[in-house]
């Protein structure tokens, strides 16, 4: 049972950065997919940034490219997404998901997600 516990969410004034992180356990897995998606008030989940962790490619979804950054920490068993220039648009619930073998942009594909942390952007 694969477990993900997201922190580094909050409150940050328009242009300002956070690192959200996401730490993963109970999965043996060597091929997957990790991933931030978030969901604000009223809209769908919404892809943010997927990696592939046995080959680290990365994908992210076009109008945040640029401003956002997902990396891992494979000795940590770790998950990150750097947030820049953040704007008040960027406010929402941020999840992070795991699935086994390859990466897909649906939010329906994974079966693995966190509680969520909070990013208000003011």
């Known amino acids: 049972h694969v477990q993900l516990v997201e922190s580094g969410g909050g409150s940050v004034q328009a242009g300002g950065s956070l690192r959200l992180s996401c730490a993963a356990s109970g999965y043996t897995y060597s091929r997957y997919c990790m991933g931030w998606f978030r969901q604000a008030p009223g809209k769908e989940r919404e892809g943010v940034a997927l990696i592939r962790a046995d080959v680290g490619s990365t994908w992210y979804a076009d109008s945040l490219k640029g401003r956002f950054t997902i990396s891992q920490d494979n000795a940590k068993n770790t998950l990150y997404l750097r947030m820049n220039s953040l704007k008040p648009e960027d406010t929402a619930m941020y999840y992070c998901?795991?699935?086994?073998?390859?990466?897909?942009?649906?939010?329906?594909?994974?079966?693995?997600w966190g509680q969520g942390t909070q990013v208000t952007v003011s």
């Open positions: 998901a795991f699935r086994s073998g390859l990466c897909y942009t649906s939010q329906a594909e994974y079966n693995n």
